[in-house]
């Protein structure tokens, strides 16, 4: 906040729980659409990634907190595996603590979900002792502002939220998957398990594995 990363101050940013059965948590942050930036014209939820439009290798080099990348022993020595992938403040925040993961940036991917992201996203997930720690992925169409592969990670205080007690049947021959019983909209529920890559070939059945 002092370097000016961000657009605006999260200091006025309150939440409530809306009555009712099915306890919503209300946030006020009307800057986060008054002050992001402007969205690209999205036409498809798949389209071509364009370099000409802003993509998340023009950030500047104050908002990259660091990369993550896979360790692999080799001959009994740690080595880095494969290009890092951004972790980076996200300019226009939700809440407190909201980062972005661009997996692999300068492959300049599509905002398309793909097995291998996923499988990463599952990891760092588990990584974290944090209960409320969030990993959400929006689609072009659906809020996602900028056609690049990403993801958002956030801390949500708020153990009640429908989301951590959902009901469900379990589908019937895929382990893990359930369909949703008692939510307010037709869904499917994915408990992970102790093999990612498994719990991200459920979850992307028709993405390529790369």
Do not use: W
């Not at 940013?13 to 209300?26: E, K, N």
């Not at 939220?161 to 589908?171: D, I, K, S, W, Y």
């Not at 949703?180 to 990612?196: A, C, E, I, N």
């Amino acid at each position: 906040m002092r370097d000016g990363v961000f657009r605006y101050d999260l200091q006025e940013v309150a939440s409530r729980t809306v009555p009712g059965q099915y306890g919503f948590v209300a946030l006020n942050n009307p800057k986060r659409f008054s002050h992001r930036r402007p969205p690209a014209d999205m036409q498809m939820l798949v389209q071509p990634f364009d370099p000409n439009q802003f993509n998340f290798n023009r950030v500047k080099e104050k908002e990259v907190l660091f990369e993550v990348r896979r360790r692999r022993k080799d001959e009994g020595q740690d080595t880095a595996e494969g290009e890092g992938h951004m972790i980076a403040v996200n300019v226009s925040p939700i809440d407190r603590g909201h980062v972005l993961l661009v997996p692999e940036p300068s492959s300049c991917l599509p905002q398309v979900m793909t097995l291998s992201s996923l499988q990463l996203c599952l990891e760092l997930v588990s990584l974290s002792g944090h209960s409320g720690f969030c990993m959400v992925a929006n689609s072009l169409l659906a809020y996602a502002s900028v056609n690049h592969l990403h993801y958002h990670f956030l801390y949500i205080d708020h153990p009640h939220l429908p989301a951590r007690t959902l009901g469900g049947r379990e589908v019937n021959g895929t382990r893990g998957c359930y369909q949703l019983t008692r939510h307010y909209v037709r869904g499917f529920g994915f408990q992970l398990d102790s093999d990612p890559q498994s719990c991200a070939r459920s979850l992307t059945p028709s993405c390529a594995v790369t």
